[in-house]
C-alpha cells in the first residue's frame, strides 16, 4: 500500500464527501482520487517519472498540490515543495540540488524559472517552454502505478530554511506522513466528520502535515485558501464552518487585531493548533478567552513536523508547555554528551521514531550530524518538568554566552512581549569586548515607548545580564513565510555589527 491508496479507501467508503473546498468548488473523494489517478498517469506517460524521481512544485495553495503530492506517492516520486517567497537564486539551487525531473508552476511564478532546463508544467497556464497542465491530463494513458513501492518509499524533499550557508533537503518516507497523521489525528482527536480550514502554505510541512493530510487520509474535509488573509480566514470560519484549524502566531496576532474578532462566530471551532515558533502566552490567552482550546505543537521540518503536543481534553494548563512527546514517536532532552538529563535540566531535544527524516537529500556530512542511533538533533534547547511535559527555551545556535552565564533570547522576547506597548520583539547575539557576547533586542511597539522603560520592566523580572545592551525600535520585523522572524537579517542591519 502507499497513502494515495488511503484517498482511494476513503473514494469507495464515501464517494460523494466532499474531500476539497477551494474558491467556491467542491472536490468529492471520487474526484479527488481521479485526478490523482489522472495526474500519476500523465507525470509517468508523458514526462517518464518512475519510482525516486523528484518532481517540483511552485505554486500557492490550489487542491492539484495535494493531487500531485499523491500522485507522487502512487507513482513512488518524490515531490519537492518550493517555498514561493524565495529568491530566483535560491530556487534554481533547489531545483539543481534536488536534479528534478519535472516542474509544475503557477503562471504567477512563471518569471521566477524562466532559466531551468527542467520540463516545465503550467498548472494554470500554457509555458512558452512547456505544456499546461490540462493538455498534459489530455493526452496522458497507460498506466499509472509505480514499481515496488511501499511505506518506506522517500514521498518528500522538504528544504529547510537556508539562514546560514545552503538549504538542506530533508528526505520524508511515506511512513514518516502515516505516522504524522496518526499523531494529528490523536492530538486533535480528530475523525472523518471533521473539516478542517488550512490557511498555511503547503510548502512547509505545517501546513501539509499538521492537519491537512491528516485530514484528507482519514477522510474528513478540507477547505483550503490559496493563502493567509485575516479578512479571508475570519470569512470562512463564519461561513465555513470549520471545527479545526492550525495557525502560527504572527496569523494569530493579525486575527486577534482584526476589527472583527471579537463579534466573529467561532463556535465552530473545536481547537486552534499552533507552534513553529515562540508563541507567547497573550496570544493563546486571546484565543482561549473566545472560548477556542490553544493546542501546542513542537516539532521540526525533519519530523514530518509532530513531535511533542498537548492534546485536545487533555492538560492545558501548563503556562508555555508544548506538550509530551507523541503517540507514535520518543522525545528526550540529553547534554552536550548525549546523555538524557533530568527533570527541571537544560538540555537539546532529540526525537526519535517514523517520523523522522531518513536523511537530507545528498548531504552525508549534514546527515551524520543530524541523526545517530535513530535519533535526530533538532538542535533546540529545552527542560521537561517531573510529569513529563516539554518547555522550549530557544535554539541551541542563539544561545548567548555572556561572561560565562547563558542567555536564551526566548526568554527575554517573552518578558518583552508581556509589555503593553510591546507588538513584536526579537532578541539577537551581539559580541562585546568585555563579556564576548550580549544581547541586543529589536522592538516593534503600538506606540511611543522609551527604551529605558522597556529595560527597567525587563529588569524587575530577568537578571540583570540579561537586560538588552541596546534596544532598536523597527516598524516591522523580517520574517519567513511562516512567519518566523529572520533573525540573521537583524544581526546584518544591527549598527553596531
Given at each position: 500500500?502507499?497513502?494515495?491508496?488511503?484517498?482511494?479507501r476513503?473514494?469507495?467508503?464515501?464517494p460523494?464527501?466532499?474531500?476539497?473546498?477551494?474558491?467556491?468548488?467542491?472536490?468529492?473523494?471520487?474526484?479527488?482520487?481521479?485526478?490523482?489517478?489522472?495526474?500519476?498517469?500523465?507525470?509517468?506517460?508523458?514526462?517518464?517519472?518512475?519510482?525516486?524521481?523528484?518532481v517540483?512544485?511552485?505554486?500557492?495553495?490550489?487542491?492539484?498540490?495535494?493531487?500531485?503530492?499523491?500522485?507522487?506517492?502512487?507513482?513512488?516520486?518524490?515531490?519537492?515543495?518550493?517555498?514561493?517567497?524565495?529568491?530566483?537564486?535560491?530556487?534554481?539551487?533547489?531545483?539543481?540540488?534536488?536534479?528534478?525531473?519535472a516542474?509544475?508552476?503557477?503562471?504567477?511564478?512563471?518569471?521566477?524559472?524562466?532559466?531551468?532546463?527542467?520540463?516545465?508544467?503550467?498548472?494554470?497556464?500554457?509555458?512558452?517552454?512547456?505544456?499546461?497542465?490540462?493538455?498534459?491530463?489530455?493526452?496522458?494513458?497507460?498506466?499509472?502505478?509505480?514499481?515496488?513501492v511501499d511505506?518506506?518509499?522517500?514521498?518528500?524533499?522538504?528544504?529547510?530554511?537556508?539562514?546560514?550557508?545552503?538549504?538542506?533537503?530533508?528526505?520524508?518516507?511515506?511512513?514518516?506522513?502515516?505516522?504524522?497523521?496518526?499523531?494529528?489525528?490523536?492530538?486533535?482527536?480528530?475523525?472523518?466528520?471533521?473539516?478542517?480550514l488550512?490557511?498555511?502554505?503547503?510548502?512547509?510541512?505545517?501546513?501539509?502535515?499538521?492537519?491537512?493530510?491528516?485530514?484528507?487520509?482519514?477522510g474528513?474535509?478540507?477547505?483550503?485558501?490559496?493563502?493567509?488573509?485575516?479578512?479571508?480566514?475570519?470569512?470562512?470560519?463564519?461561513?465555513?464552518?470549520?471545527?479545526?484549524?492550525?495557525?502560527?502566531?504572527?496569523?494569530?496576532?493579525?486575527?486577534?487585531?482584526?476589527?472583527l474578532?471579537?463579534?466573529?462566530?467561532?463556535?465552530?471551532?473545536?481547537?486552534?493548533?499552533?507552534?513553529?515558533?515562540?508563541?507567547?502566552?497573550?496570544?493563546?490567552?486571546?484565543?482561549?478567552?473566545?472560548?477556542?482550546?490553544?493546542?501546542?505543537?513542537?516539532?521540526a521540518?525533519?519530523?514530518?513536523?509532530?513531535?511533542?503536543?498537548?492534546?485536545?481534553?487533555?492538560?492545558?494548563?501548563?503556562?508555555?508547555?508544548?506538550?509530551?512527546?507523541?503517540?507514535?514517536?520518543?522525545?528526550?532532552?540529553v547534554?552536550?554528551?548525549?546523555?538524557?538529563?533530568?527533570?527541571?535540566?537544560?538540555?537539546?531535544?532529540?526525537?526519535?521514531?517514523?517520523?523522522?527524516?531518513?536523511?537530507?537529500?545528498?548531504?552525508?556530512?549534514?546527515?551524520?550530524?543530524?541523526?545517530?542511533?535513530?535519533?535526530?538533533?533538532?538542535?533546540?534547547?529545552?527542560?521537561?518538568?517531573?510529569?513529563?511535559?516539554?518547555?522550549?527555551?530557544?535554539?541551541?545556535?542563539?544561545?548567548?554566552?555572556?561572561?560565562?552565564?547563558?542567555i536564551?533570547?526566548?526568554?527575554?522576547?517573552?518578558?518583552?512581549?508581556?509589555?503593553?506597548?510591546?507588538?513584536?520583539?526579537?532578541?539577537?547575539?551581539?559580541p562585546?569586548?568585555?563579556?564576548?557576547?550580549?544581547?541586543?533586542?529589536?522592538?516593534?511597539?503600538?506606540?511611543?515607548?522609551?527604551?529605558?522603560e522597556?529595560?527597567?520592566?525587563?529588569?524587575?523580572?530577568?537578571?540583570?545580564?540579561?537586560?538588552?545592551?541596546?534596544?532598536?525600535?523597527?516598524?516591522?520585523?523580517?520574517?519567513?513565510?511562516?512567519?518566523?522572524?529572520?533573525?540573521?537579517?537583524?544581526?546584518?542591519?544591527?549598527?553596531?555589527?
Open positions: 500500500m502507499n497513502l494515495a491508496d488511503l484517498i482511494d476513503n473514494a469507495a467508503f464515501t460523494d464527501k466532499p474531500a476539497l473546498r477551494f474558491a467556491g468548488d467542491a472536490w468529492s473523494y471520487a474526484a479527488f482520487a481521479d485526478r490523482i489517478a489522472a495526474l500519476a498517469r500523465a507525470l509517468k506517460s508523458q514526462l517518464g517519472v518512475r519510482r525516486g524521481d523528484r517540483a512544485v511552485l505554486a500557492m495553495n490550489h487542491p492539484d498540490y495535494l493531487a500531485l503530492l499523491y500522485a507522487c506517492a502512487r507513482l513512488g516520486a518524490m515531490l519537492v515543495p518550493l517555498n514561493w517567497r524565495l529568491a530566483v537564486p535560491e530556487l534554481t539551487f533547489i531545483l539543481s540540488n534536488a536534479d528534478v525531473c516542474l509544475l508552476v503557477a503562471k504567477a511564478f512563471g518569471a521566477a524559472i524562466a532559466g531551468t532546463q527542467t520540463q516545465v508544467v503550467g498548472l494554470d497556464y500554457a509555458p512558452e517552454r512547456g505544456v499546461a497542465l490540462t493538455d498534459l491530463l489530455a493526452a496522458d494513458s497507460g498506466d499509472g502505478s509505480g514499481a515496488n511505506w518506506h518509499t522517500p514521498l518528500l524533499i522538504v528544504y529547510t530554511a537556508g539562514t546560514t550557508g545552503r538549504p538542506k533537503g530533508a528526505v520524508l518516507a511515506q511512513e514518516a506522513l502515516l505516522a504524522n497523521a496518526m499523531m494529528s489525528q490523536h492530538l486533535h482527536a480528530m475523525t472523518s466528520d471533521d473539516h478542517v488550512t490557511v498555511l502554505p503547503l510548502f512547509h510541512v505545517g501546513g501539509l502535515n499538521i492537519q491537512t493530510t491528516p485530514a484528507l487520509q482519514l474528513a474535509t478540507v477547505t483550503l485558501h490559496a493563502r493567509f488573509t485575516p479578512d479571508d480566514t475570519l470569512r470562512s470560519i463564519v461561513e465555513d464552518r470549520p471545527t479545526l484549524t492550525a495557525l502560527v502566531p504572527s496569523t494569530i496576532q493579525a486575527l486577534l487585531e482584526h476589527p474578532w471579537s463579534e466573529t462566530d467561532l463556535a465552530s471551532l473545536r481547537a486552534i493548533s499552533t507552534g513553529s515558533t515562540l508563541v507567547p502566552q497573550g496570544l493563546v490567552d486571546g484565543v482561549q478567552a473566545r472560548g477556542v482550546p490553544v493546542l501546542q505543537v513542537y516539532g521540518t525533519e519530523t514530518s513536523p509532530i513531535a511533542v503536543y498537548t492534546r485536545l481534553g487533555g492538560d492545558l494548563s501548563r503556562s508555555l508547555s508544548t506538550g509530551l512527546p507523541g503517540l507514535l514517536c520518543e522525545a528526550r532532552i547534554d552536550d554528551g548525549g546523555h538524557e538529563v533530568p527533570p527541571g535540566v537544560s538540555g537539546e531535544v532529540e526525537v526519535r521514531g517514523p517520523n523522522v527524516l531518513t536523511e537530507y537529500w545528498r548531504n552525508d556530512n549534514a546527515t551524520a550530524e543530524a541523526l545517530h542511533d535513530g535519533w535526530f538533533r533538532t538542535g533546540d534547547i529545552a527542560m521537561r518538568d517531573d510529569d513529563g511535559y516539554f518547555t522550549i527555551h530557544d535554539r541551541k545556535k542563539n544561545m548567548i554566552v555572556s561572561g560565562g552565564e547563558n536564551y533570547p526566548a526568554e527575554i522576547e517573552r518578558v518583552l512581549l508581556d509589555h503593553p506597548m510591546v507588538a513584536e520583539a526579537a532578541v539577537i547575539c551581539a562585546d569586548p568585555r563579556w564576548q557576547e550580549v544581547p541586543v533586542a529589536f522592538v516593534v511597539s503600538r506606540g511611543a515607548v522609551p527604551a529605558d522597556l529595560r527597567a520592566f525587563l529588569a524587575a523580572s530577568l537578571a540583570r545580564f540579561k537586560v538588552p545592551r541596546d534596544i532598536i525600535f523597527l516598524g516591522e520585523l523580517p520574517r519567513n513565510a511562516l512567519g518566523k522572524v529572520q533573525h540573521f537579517r537583524l544581526k546584518e542591519s544591527w549598527p553596531g555589527r
